[in-house]
């Protein structure tokens, strides 16, 4: 492996880049040219505009960072595979990919599963038609435009119509070494009836190195397809994360897709689900826990193109410190989408004065026969639970945990595998901090 | 250069074209002979125009203008509905009378007529306390009874309380809602005329509702009302405001500044029903500030007009205040209703809620927009907000957001919206008994929008529901 | 208690100015004016406007910065909040001049609501 200069993200950095992937195909090469030059002549997103006013990013500085792949694999401990049999596994670093591994009996039958860049390379037409989609447009803010056009790491995975996979795909991505940067791309395209098991998860090496990480999803269900899928976002807290999600959920196809948000400086994730055939169905479950001076925007969209179709979202954020979390979640129902049944809910648990939780549902319907609604709560530790659990020998902090954990026990509930509650509430209470006396 | 600012015969006349339309008792035109009327358009001339008509001191005078130009450099908001306003094609002041009416005898016959058509009249003769009447930009027949002047009680237009009650007047105006506040506010704190004052002294409590109409009769023309209400100590107010307006086929601006402060212990009860021509815009800030143990209710409903963006607020600025608001809005073809409400909690133990009911019809759009914020070491507090929306045919369209912030840990904020069409089962089980489909959607309506109606005072209802058969008419196949 | 961090010499920040520094990952405007150095934090209370981008009033007896979102004046020696739509104050934070340096050290106490 050659070692390119990447000194954060100029042209000379951009030209490196494709001098160091010549071996991808030529329309990835124009594509990541043509982004580059909305990239060069876009500004970054202000305050000024309803999506960013609740997210300060003028102290983001992206010279402070650079892509350049890391000294070394990093070694930080998964937890979301943790005592689980596994159908294949990608591990990598500051965008490379260190190790990817898939069963032979799902090779065979089609199933490709691997680190975008060498899947880019491999299979570069089903790459293309994913591409062409177009699920998160690449020109929808400057960090869509940075990501297409320098997106070095991400997952790619495609099922064959038909094919079910019984056990759970894994893919961790770490950043590690001060000023690290992770550009990915994650595409997961299931075959009409097809059925698969993701469960991602991304993390720091140490606790200290500022970082930076800014990535789309993009997921495409075909009629009747099943996925589960899992990102657990564990950065430290010097982490910038960016990143564009969404979902497009196909005739009677289901989704599951479960966040896990603990990490991150700040975090600013537009995830969204759009149903686009009748009788499509997606549960949104959202973990969000923070400390310190974090700050954490998710944007959730359920969109019901059609009819018959189910959503159901539910996000939990529990916050100390002087952390702040915003939650936009919409509902938007099309005039085609009649009969929609369509949930949202946003429960935040206070666990500090100085702390801030934004909710912000909305809905937006132009459907008259439907069923949608939502609700949202705050509200803070009951002193009552902690003095009985004091009193029955735990400390402050591990009553604390007890509460939280019971916080978000609804969530949990929901979540139907055993590995991720676990490591969700593992994760979570590594992150429990002694709550301050009253 | 006094000379520049007197009217011509043009202008003068120029409302005087009789405009033909479909007459029934909410679309009707009165002529008016306009006795000055301002030129179109804002700019620093008409703003020193419109002061020096009025006689202002120079402080106001300084307001005005330092209020158009954060007007001129304020951007339209991006959200909310679409505003396609031409600012230099409205007039921003006209004076249709030469005097305040001191009795029923004294208002010009063709205003009397509007207002006979409205029922005013009949209102104040069976029990009401005082009735101020706007028609176009200046108060032009206003009584009030006299016990409540031995009271104390200030009931008059804002441009005779800047003459008259000066000093009070200047604590509190432009202090709640700043020119700063946004584009609209500032161009009424321009160009405001008109609107009441109001100042209800400690310990008295007005048993019945003061009310005032406010109607747009002219072709484009702006209305700009600024309304400041104090409750002193102790005192109890309920301020009705309705309105009604004609037809007309070009844009016309209604951005009106309402500023109230209750104090401690205070009661305030503020009633809206806007029933503007489907061709107006309707943009209006409106923000009370409630001490401790305080009281401030919103009554909003919103029936007419093309846009109509508009968020009673209340700020919750000591312990033990509260805040209620409910908002009701109904949109039709070619409306929408982007209304809703604001609970600020900035003191302990502080208290709100919000109900909110919208009806879409005909390819109306209604909007919900809300805020409910509890800032740091506003502890216990609590605020309810429960938003129903009732869809009425595919065309239609509702939104809603609810916007929370919370700032403290020791509060308790809850949230719930639904969004339904008219039940199937209902509608069945409706007709069923003789009733037609359109008789049947009507009651399911009136039920759901009940607990504004209630809330009403009588004669209100009354027009109230009548409205509401007249936007349901032809709904139902 | 927090340290004094350096934002940049004194010849950086002229009077009257005020311009956004990051101090230990928080936003703080400074702020120089009539002869002193303010820093509070670069966030209106009311809606999270950045302070940096608005007016100051240095005229008045109290003088003060404007929200440019909607207004909200900020006393710039304690970030008391002034006028309304802000209620909160804004957290103001310590400023020294020493050797042609400007230092802010950050003040974590929430109190100093507004009346």
């Known amino acids: 492996m050659t070692a390119i200069a990447e000194s954060g993200f100029d042209t000379s950095a951009f030209e490196a880049l494709l001098n160091d992937r010549t071996a991808e195909p030529k329309w990835l090469s124009q594509r990541r040219r043509d982004s580059w030059k909305a990239f060069e002549q876009t500004a970054w997103p202000n305050g000024k505009e309803e999506e960013w006013m609740r997210t300060d990013i003028r102290l983001f500085k992206l010279d402070k960072f650079s892509s350049a792949p890391a000294a070394q694999p990093g070694s930080a401990a998964a937890l979301l595979s943790h005592g689980v049999e596994l159908g294949g596994r990608i591990e990598s670093t500051n965008g490379r990919t260190d190790l990817s591994e898939l069963d032979a009996d799902l090779a065979e039958q089609g199933v490709i599963f691997g680190g975008l860049s060498q899947v880019a390379i491999e299979h570069s037409d089903a790459v293309e038609k994913a591409f062409a989609r177009g699920v998160v447009s690449p020109t929808y803010d400057r960090f869509?435009?940075?990501?297409?056009?320098?997106?070095?790491?991400?997952?790619?995975?495609?099922?064959?119509?038909?094919?079910?996979?019984?056990?759970?795909?894994?893919?961790?991505?770490r950043l590690g070494g001060e000023g690290a940067a992770d550009l990915s791309k994650t595409v997961v395209v299931l075959g009409d009836g097809a059925e698969a098991t993701l469960l991602m998860e991304t993390?720091?090496?140490?606790?200290?190195?500022?970082?930076?990480?800014?990535?789309?999803?993009?997921?495409?269900?075909?009629?009747?397809?099943?996925?589960?899928?899992?990102?657990?976002?564990?950065?430290?807290n010097r982490t910038w994360h960016f990143a564009h999600q969404k979902a497009c959920v196909g005739r009677e196809a289901q989704l599951q897709w479960t966040i896990g948000a603990l990490g991150a400086r700040l975090a600013k994730v537009n995830q969204q689900v759009a149903l686009v055939g009748p009788d499509a169905e997606a549960q949104v479950n959202g973990v969000m826990f923070t400390q310190g001076k974090q700050h954490l925007c998710y944007n959730t969209h359920q969109h019901h193109e059609a009819a018959y179709c189910r959503s159901d979202l539910l996000y939990k954020a529990a916050l100390q410190d002087q952390s702040r979390t915003v939650w936009r979640g919409m509902i938007k129902v099309d005039e085609a989408g009649q009969r929609t049944d369509a949930y949202q809910r946003n429960d935040n648990l206070m666990l500090s004065k100085d702390a801030r939780a934004d909710s912000i549902p909305g809905l937006e319907i132009e459907a008259d026969d439907?069923?949608?609604?939502?609700?949202?709560?705050?509200?803070?530790?009951?002193?009552?639970?902690?003095?009985?659990?004091?009193?029955?020998?735990?400390?402050?902090?591990?009553?604390?945990?007890?509460?939280?954990?019971?916080?978000?026990q609804q969530v949990f509930d929901r979540i139907t595998i055993d590995s991720v509650r676990e490591a969700l509430g593992e994760a979570i209470g590594a992150r429990v901090q002694d709550l301050p006396n009253q | 250069m006094a000379t520049d600012t007197m009217p011509s015969a043009e202008d003068l006349n120029a409302t005087d074209e009789a405009v033909l339309s479909d007459i029934n008792k909410y679309d009707f035109i009165t002529q008016t002979t306009g006795v000055f009327k301002a030129r179109k358009g804002i700019n620093a001339d008409i703003v020193r125009q419109i002061s020096e008509m009025k006689g202002e001191p120079q402080w106001m005078l300084d307001f005005r203008l330092r209020s158009l130009e954060i007007f001129e450099s304020k951007p339209m908001p991006k959200w909310g509905g679409a505003i396609n306003i031409d600012f230099d094609d409205i007039y921003y002041y006209l004076k249709p009378t030469d005097h305040q009416g001191k009795t029923w005898e004294d208002v010009p016959q063709e205003i009397k007529e509007t207002f006979d058509r409205l029922g005013i009249p009949e209102a104040e003769r069976k029990y009401l306390a005082g009735v101020k009447a706007q028609f176009e930009s200046e108060v032009v027949y206003g009584s009030l009874q006299e016990d409540l002047a031995e009271k104390g009680v200030i009931f008059t237009d804002t441009d005779t309380a800047v003459r008259e009650h000066p000093e009070l007047l200047r604590e509190y105006f432009g202090k709640i809602i700043p020119p700063e506040d946004n584009k609209f506010a500032a161009l009424n704190s321009a160009v405001w005329s008109g609107g009441s004052f109001i100042y209800v002294p400690p310990g008295v409590k007005i048993e019945f509702p003061l009310q005032a109409y406010f109607r747009i009769n002219a072709e484009s023309m702006g209305q700009f009302e600024r309304t400041l209400i104090i409750v002193d100590e102790g005192a109890e107010i309920h301020y009705v405001e309705g309105c009604t307006a004609p037809m007309y086929s070009t844009e016309s601006l209604h951005s009106a500044v309402v500023e109230i402060i209750v104090k401690k212990n205070g009661r305030c009860r503020y009633t809206t029903i806007q029933n503007w021509a489907n061709n107006i815009y309707n943009l209006v800030?409106?923000?009370?500030?409630?001490?401790?143990?305080?009281?401030?209710?919103?009554?909003?409903?919103?029936?007419?007009?093309?846009?109509?963006?508009?968020?009673?607020?209340?700020?919750?600025?000591?312990?033990?205040?509260?805040?209620?608001?409910?908002?009701?809005?109904?949109?039709?073809?070619?409306?929408?209703?982007?209304?809703?409400?604001?609970l600020v909690?900035?003191?302990?133990?502080?208290?709100?809620?919000?109900?909110?009911?919208?009806?879409?019809?005909?390819?109306?759009?209604?909007?919900?927009?809300?805020?409910?914020?509890?800032?740091?070491g506003a502890t216990g507090a609590k605020s309810n907000v429960v938003c129903d929306a009732l869809i009425l045919d595919p065309q239609s369209r509702s939104d809603t957001y609810p916007y929370i912030e919370v700032e403290e840990q020791q509060v308790q904020i809850e949230h719930e919206a639904s969004v339904s069409r008219i039940g199937e089962?209902?509608?069945?089980?409706?007709?069923?008994?003789?009733?037609?489909?359109?008789?049947?959607?009507?009651?399911?309506?009136?039920?759901?929008?009940?607990?504004?109606?209630?809330?009403?005072?009588?004669?209100?209802?009354?027009?109230?529901?009548?409205?509401?058969?007249?936007?349901?008419e032809g709904s139902v196949g | 208690m927090n340290d004094f961090h350096s934002v940049g010499p004194t010849t950086d920040f002229p009077d009257p100015s005020s311009q956004l520094v990051e101090v230990d990952e928080i936003a703080v405007v400074l702020i120089h004016a009539a002869g002193h150095f303010y820093a509070l934090d670069d966030v209106c209370t009311h809606d999270g406007g950045p302070l940096s981008d608005g007016d100051l009033c240095v005229e008045e007896a109290t003088p003060t910065i404007a929200c440019p979102r909607h207004g909200a004046q900020f006393a710039l020696a304690d970030g008391a909040a002034v006028t309304m739509p802000a209620t909160k104050a804004t957290q103001a934070h310590e400023v020294k001049v020493e050797g042609g340096q400007v230092y802010v050290r950050l003040c974590d106490s929430h109190a100093n609501t507004r009346k």
């Open chain 2, 425 to 472: 089962e209902q509608l069945f089980y409706l007709m069923s008994r003789g009733l037609s489909e359109a008789e049947a959607s009507s009651m399911i309506v009136s039920g759901f929008i009940e607990p504004l109606v209630k809330e009403l005072p009588m004669e209100y209802a009354v027009e109230m529901n009548r409205l509401i058969e007249l936007q349901m």
């Open chain 1, 370 to 408: 439907v069923r949608c609604t939502h609700g949202s709560t705050s509200g803070r530790v009951d002193d009552h639970q902690i003095f009985y659990a004091m009193a029955r020998g735990f400390t402050r902090q591990e009553a604390v945990r007890m509460i939280v954990t019971g916080f978000f």
């Open chain 1, 144 to 173: 869509a435009m940075l990501n297409d056009a320098c997106w070095t790491g991400g997952v790619f995975l495609q099922v064959p119509k038909g094919v079910h996979i019984e056990k759970p795909l894994h893919a961790i991505s």
């Open chain 2, 345 to 376: 909690h900035c003191a302990p133990n502080t208290s709100g809620r919000i109900i909110s009911k919208s009806i879409s019809k005909n390819g109306g759009r209604s909007s919900y927009r809300g805020l409910c914020k509890v800032e740091e």
């Open chain 2, 285 to 342: 800030t409106k923000r009370a500030m409630a001490y401790q143990d305080a009281l401030m209710e919103w009554i909003d409903g919103n029936l007419g007009s093309q846009l109509t963006m508009k968020y009673p607020a209340v700020y919750m600025m000591e312990p033990g205040a509260r805040g209620e608001i409910l908002s009701i809005a109904f949109s039709s073809k070619g409306q929408h209703q982007d209304a809703g409400a604001k």
């Open chain 1, 203 to 236: 993390l720091s090496e140490d606790a200290i190195a500022a970082g930076l990480h800014n990535g789309t999803i993009e997921i495409v269900l075909g009629r009747g397809a099943k996925l589960r899928f899992v990102s657990l976002q564990n950065w430290n």
